[in-house]
């Protein structure tokens, strides 16, 4: 288990140039056990046998990334629970078409892929300078529209400078290495329990497709960084005190970072309809569901139809 939650120095890595690497590209694998063959999509580097569904591990799982997974979160949704899953988000669509609901039930079933991912740790130290707000009441005396006297009362900030330092650390930013998701379903990939990493095995990927890391080292701690400043700006804004804050300069020094390359565990379902894929993706740890849908335009048509012949009905009512 200590390997699994192991964290590697990430400036010692950089000097190796490990995690880095080149794209991994398309390739046909032949299957060990039937010896059929099998195209593997780019960046995917174990999945199943076509023919036979046997595992099937590409050469380039080893060769093709210097850095590999140490750390796996199993699968805790069964196949049978996330396409139930599936089907129930299906059928809680609003203005679905209602031809949805067959095409669902021929649906192509559900996919489970290990998604990399990378996590940072980061200890910090900022000095900043901002401007702390202070509120307080100010009483004005004005005249309304008859001429007589009215008393308003207006809240005015008053700024003093400040400047300060922080100390914060991050444990376990995580960032995806996968652009098989794309960003609007990003969402799902949420609330992960990282405690619950097991090492990594060949036996916890059997079956499942594997993905290599596509995001390289180096951007992946950009974006941890993006995260970090949040962070980091919550933190000065706490130190400033005050009933509000401005955040000027930030200098943020970086001490000790480190990082682990994981794989997290998703199931990928895919249905088509009106002649077009569609996709919806499950958390396969904590079973969130996010995913795209068709609308019918029909319905749309008629429920605004509806909610404007509502008003017009309650209009003429009131108006009488």
Same mark, same amino acid.
Do not use: D, N
């Given at each position: 288990m200590a390997a699994a939650h192991e964290e590697l120095d990430y400036r010692t890595a950089l000097q190796l140039q490990k995690g880095n690497e080149q794209a991994i590209e398309a390739q046909v694998v032949e299957?060990?056990?039937?010896?059929?063959?099998t195209r593997f999509d780019p960046h995917v580097v174990a999945s199943v046998c076509a023919f036979c569904a046997a595992p099937?591990?590409?050469a380039q799982a080893r060769t093709g990334r210097q850095i590999q997974p140490r750390g796996i979160v199993p699968f805790t949704l069964e196949p049978a629970s996330a396409q139930d899953?599936? &089907? /129930?988000?299906? +059928?809680? &669509?609003?203005?679905a078409p209602n031809a949805l609901r067959k095409t669902v039930s021929t649906a192509q079933g559900v996919r489970g892929v290990y998604l990399p991912c990378w996590t940072f740790d980061a200890e910090t130290s900022c000095d900043y300078e901002g401007q702390r707000g202070i +509120? &307080?009441?100010?009483?004005?005396?004005?005249r309304d529209a008859n001429g007589r006297q009215v008393v308003?009362?207006?809240t005015v900030t008053d700024w003093y400078q400040a400047s300060g330092h922080v100390n914060v650390d991050f444990d376990d930013t995580l960032v995806l290495a996968s652009s098989s998701i794309p960003d609007h379903l990003a969402s799902v990939l949420q609330g992960w329990d990282i405690? /619950?990493?097991a090492p990594f095995t060949d036996d916890f990927v059997a079956g499942f497709t594997v993905e290599a890391y596509q995001l390289a080292l180096e951007p992946a701690f950009g974006q941890a960084q993006q995260i970090f400043n949040q962070g980091i700006e919550r933190a000065v804004r706490s130190d400033i005190g005050g009933d509000e804050?401005?955040?000027g300069r930030v200098n943020t020094q970086y001490g000790q970072i480190a990082f682990k390359h994981i794989l997290l565990p998703v199931w990928i379902c895919s249905y088509k309809f009106a002649n077009k894929s569609w996709r919806v993706v499950v958390n396969g740890q904590t079973g969130a569901v996010k995913g795209d849908r068709p609308?019918?335009?029909? /319905?749309?048509a008629f429920a605004v139809l509806t909610a404007v012949t509502v008003g017009l009905v309650i209009w003429s009512l009131s108006a009488q």
């Open positions: 299957c060990p056990l039937c010896g059929a063959q099937m591990v590409s899953l599936f &089907r /129930k988000w299906i +059928h809680g &669509r609003w203005f +509120h &307080r009441q100010v009483q004005e005396v004005t308003q009362t207006r405690q /619950k990493l804050q401005r955040v609308y019918s335009a029909w /319905k749309i």
